[in-house]
């Protein structure tokens, strides 16, 4: 399967190249499923790794049906990100079919709502353990590897726009992400500073995207994007090099994300009270904020 309009990728994302080898966690679904279907595209050989079950199967069917070389391409792998032996598993497995890997997009991810900040330990702990831990856990595993190789190659981060402004709703997710994003900055430092090291780090920032996360809609929100766009949009944004690839959506332009993070740093700044985006005493100014 072609694409006929694949964006320009840079040398610096020589990563992404035929016959190279991908691994995706949470590649069952959603963006990962999305971003698996372009790399195959691309040539590159993609292992998804998920939870085990009938998505997984399914997806692993539809990737092999879609890959130039079918069953060939794609190696579907069942496990918790949340187990840290399960990606070594995964790594051993990746490199005994595939060989090095290129592209790793640690990516899987939950949403269900612990509670408050005093509530329900293990539901906390829960989340943090994919969100945050099953990242970790992936770089961790893999990173050796991929800077032995002396190859390019890229590391790609799901985080949240949740985890920059942290709007309340889900604090636990929230949490999860800006440590995600905290740990991704910092990651990139370190692996820049890495002797020889050809490997990059990025943080993924998806916008409002219509996947199986995006509980109770049958049918794309009108604001949405599908994980094909943001999929497409990361493509583009590694192809610069961007580390921050913060995608926009249907109803979230890029201005306004900026005005967004501007405002949330601008708490500390201007020491106004913790999320004063959502206090009822600075209501009117950060309206007449974005309004300017
Ligand atoms: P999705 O639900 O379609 O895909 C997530 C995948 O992760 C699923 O296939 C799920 O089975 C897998 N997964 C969950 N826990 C796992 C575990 N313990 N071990 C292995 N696999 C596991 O959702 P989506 O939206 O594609 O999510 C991908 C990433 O994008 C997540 O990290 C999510 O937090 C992030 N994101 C999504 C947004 C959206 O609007 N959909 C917005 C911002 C971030």
């Not at 964006?7 to 995706?24: E, F, K, M, T």
């Not at 970790?136 to 985890?163: C, E, R, Y």
């Not at 949490?175 to 994003?181: E, I, M, R």
């Amino acid at each position: 399967m072609t694409d006929t309009h694949l964006p320009a990728l840079s040398p610096d994302n020589a990563a992404i190249a035929p016959g190279n080898a991908a691994v995706i966690t949470g590649g069952a679904s959603g963006i990962g499923l999305a971003t698996a279907h372009k790399l195959l595209a691309r040539g590159m050989r993609v292992a998804i790794a998920d939870r085990p079950g009938s998505a997984l199967d399914a997806a692993a069917r539809d990737l092999a049906n879609a890959a130039p070389n079918g069953d060939a391409d794609v190696l579907a792998f069942a496990l918790d990100v949340a187990i840290p032996g399960d990606l070594i598993r995964l790594r051993d497995a990746v490199a005994q079919r595939f060989g090095a890997v290129s592209f790793l997009m640690n990516n899987a991810g939950i949403g269900p709502n612990p509670g408050k900040p005093w509530q329900n330990p293990d539901g906390w702990r829960a989340l943090i353990d994919v969100n945050f831990w099953g990242v970790v856990h992936g770089v961790q595993a893999f990173a050796d590897a991929m800077l032995a190789a002396q190859a390019p190659g890229l590391i790609v981060n799901t985080g949240s726009k949740q985890g920059i402004t942290t709007p309340p709703g889900n604090l636990a997710y929230n949490v999860s992400k800006s440590a995600l994003k905290t740990y991704t900055e910092g990651l990139a430092h370190a692996l820049r500073n890495e002797p020889g090291a050809n490997v990059s780090a990025h943080l993924l920032i998806p916008g409002f995207t219509f996947t199986g996360l995006t509980e109770g809609a049958t049918e794309k929100p009108a604001g949405a994007w599908t994980g094909e766009q943001v999929a497409d949009f990361m493509l583009q944004s590694l192809g610069r090099g961007d580390f921050y690839i913060l995608c926009p959506d249907n109803e979230t332009p890029r201005a306004l994300d900026e005005k967004r993070m501007a405002w949330a740093i601008g708490d500390i700044i201007e020491n106004r009270p913790a999320l004063s985006r959502w206090h009822p005493d600075y209501r009117a100014a950060f309206a007449s904020y974005l309004a300017k």
